[in-house]
């Protein structure tokens, strides 16, 4: 993915906000092109995630480390979603924990024989007090390269939140990375793994793990399996991302997030991490007020994710990408900035550099 550079014609097209009931329809068709495990093809499961979603970001679940929170990418002028994420507090409790393989390297040398190899180790591991998880980015197809960047608003509108509420999430934030998949689905790693543990489809399997992971501990081997023993294609793409995740792994990299030698126990896609800390963006969080001045164009002000919320308001939370000038503690917006936010003189905002 390229830098950011600003340009001349800047003005935010597209608001991002906290997903609503009457976003269903349209987080469906999202989930179609994803049909993962944080936004499944489902349409009772979704009902339930934007419930869940809603009732986090309205704080009536009492627990801040149980609540999810769903972000949608609206075109005002229509109303029409282009894109979703979310940010998910803890991902991996006792209840249902965070599984995932250790990927490690074992070497063995026979005097005898003289010879020497080393090994490709997995080893089945659980987080019950797991990190934050971020996840379900996608973005419609036909707006994937729009020149808003919509993947890039879409991925850091969750740093952003979390940099609003660092007391509501843990302090290690995990992104599980997509590898290649078969065209119709599969993933080669589970055929040659989980499958034989399980009996289940790929497809099965991660249907039943969202709402049971139980099987993975009592079905899965507790010892050590080696890749040496799995075919040389499925061992080339261990940890692999896939050619369609490629921009959100330099996006993360460029941000601070690392891969920690851990992958997704049903596809084999890489566990990238980061502490909370090490995260440029959430370190360059600023607070701010709105200037009652407007920020006139042209203006050659570094792109920037503004946010605010509204606890009582129906959309409790909404962030646009503008040109932003921070003057000590208010922020100077453009006018179209300002009425996608519905923003007032003097309502505190919050502010993140669009690296």
Same mark, same amino acid.
């Given at each position: 993915?390229?830098?950011?550079?600003?340009?001349?014609?800047?003005?935010?097209?597209?608001?991002?906000?906290?997903?609503?009931?009457?976003?269903?329809?349209?987080?469906?068709?999202?989930?179609?092109?994803?049909?993962?495990?944080?936004?499944?093809?489902?349409?009772?499961?979704?009902?339930?995630?934007?419930?869940?979603?809603?009732?986090?970001?309205?704080?009536?679940?009492?627990?801040?480390?149980?609540?999810?929170?769903?972000?949608?990418?609206?075109?005002?002028?229509?109303?029409?979603?282009?894109?979703?994420?979310?940010?998910?507090?803890?991902?991996?409790?006792?209840?249902?924990?965070?599984?995932?393989?250790?990927?490690?390297?074992?070497?063995?040398?026979?005097?005898?024989?003289?010879?020497?190899?080393?090994?490709?180790?997995?080893?089945?591991?659980?987080?019950?007090?797991?990190?934050?998880?971020?996840?379900?980015?996608?973005?419609?197809?036909?707006?994937?390269?729009?020149?808003?960047? +919509?993947?890039?608003?879409?991925?850091?509108?969750?740093? /952003?939140?979390?940099?609003?509420? %660092?007391? $509501? #999430? &843990?302090?290690?934030?995990?992104?599980?990375?997509?590898?290649?998949?078969?065209?119709?689905?599969?993933?080669?790693?589970?055929?040659?793994?989980?499958?034989?543990?399980?009996?289940?489809?790929?497809?099965?399997?991660?249907?039943?793990?969202?709402?049971?992971?139980?099987?993975?501990?009592?079905?899965?081997?507790?010892?050590?399996?080696?890749?040496?023993?799995?075919?040389?294609?499925?061992?080339?793409?261990?940890?692999?991302?896939?050619?369609?995740?490629?921009?959100?792994?330099?996006?993360?990299?460029?941000?601070?997030?690392?891969?920690?030698?851990?992958?997704?126990?049903?596809?084999?896609?890489?566990?990238?991490?980061?502490?909370?800390?090490?995260?440029?963006?959430?370190?360059?969080?600023?607070?701010?007020?709105?200037?009652?001045?407007?920020?006139?164009? +042209?203006?050659?002000?570094?792109?920037?994710?503004?946010? /605010?919320?509204?606890?009582?308001? %129906?959309? $409790? #939370? &909404?962030?646009?990408?503008?040109?932003?000038?921070?003057?000590?503690?208010?922020?100077?917006?453009?006018?179209?900035?300002?009425?996608?936010?519905?923003?007032?003189?003097?309502?505190?905002?919050?502010?993140?550099?669009?690296?």
């Amino acid at each position: 993915m390229t830098g950011w550079a600003p340009r001349a014609k800047s003005a935010p097209v597209l608001l991002l906000r906290d997903a609503q009931k009457a976003d269903l329809a349209a987080l469906r068709a999202l989930a179609a092109e994803l049909n993962s495990v944080n936004l499944p093809d489902d349409e009772r499961a979704l009902a339930g995630i934007i419930d869940r979603s809603r009732a986090s970001f309205s704080a009536k679940i009492r627990d801040p480390l149980a609540r999810s929170y769903v972000f949608v990418l609206e075109e005002p002028r229509s109303g029409r979603i282009v894109g979703t994420s979310m940010v998910i507090a803890q991902h991996g409790t006792r209840e249902s924990p965070c599984t995932f393989f250790d990927v490690s390297e074992r070497e063995h040398y026979s005097s005898t024989l003289d010879r020497h190899f080393r090994h490709r180790v997995l080893s089945i591991g659980y987080h019950f007090e797991g990190p934050t998880e971020i996840g379900g980015l996608v973005v419609h197809p036909d707006r994937r390269r729009g020149e808003e960047q +919509p993947g890039k608003q879409l991925a850091y509108v969750r740093f /952003l939140y979390i940099a609003m509420h %660092r007391d $509501r #999430f &843990r302090e290690r934030v995990l992104a599980e990375l997509m590898p290649t998949l078969l065209a119709d689905g599969r993933s080669l790693f589970w055929e040659s793994c989980g499958k034989r543990f399980t009996g289940l489809d790929y497809q099965e399997a991660d249907k039943r793990s969202r709402e049971n992971k139980e099987f993975i501990q009592q079905l899965f081997p507790p010892g050590d399996l080696y890749a040496t023993l799995f075919p040389p294609r499925v061992q080339r793409q261990l940890g692999a991302v896939g050619s369609q995740a490629m921009p959100v792994k330099h996006l993360l990299e460029r941000v601070g997030f690392r891969y920690v030698g851990r992958i997704d126990p049903f596809d084999g896609g890489p566990h990238y991490e980061a502490s909370v800390d090490e995260i440029t963006v959430i370190r360059a969080h600023r607070r701010a007020r709105v200037s009652p001045r407007e920020l006139p164009p +042209p203006d050659h002000e570094p792109l920037k994710l503004v946010g /605010l919320e509204r606890p009582q308001a %129906r959309t $409790r #939370f &909404r962030a646009v990408r503008t040109r932003a000038r921070l003057d000590g503690d208010e922020v100077l917006l453009p006018r179209e900035a300002k009425a996608l936010l519905e923003a007032e003189p003097g309502e505190r905002v919050h502010v993140i550099p669009l690296e």
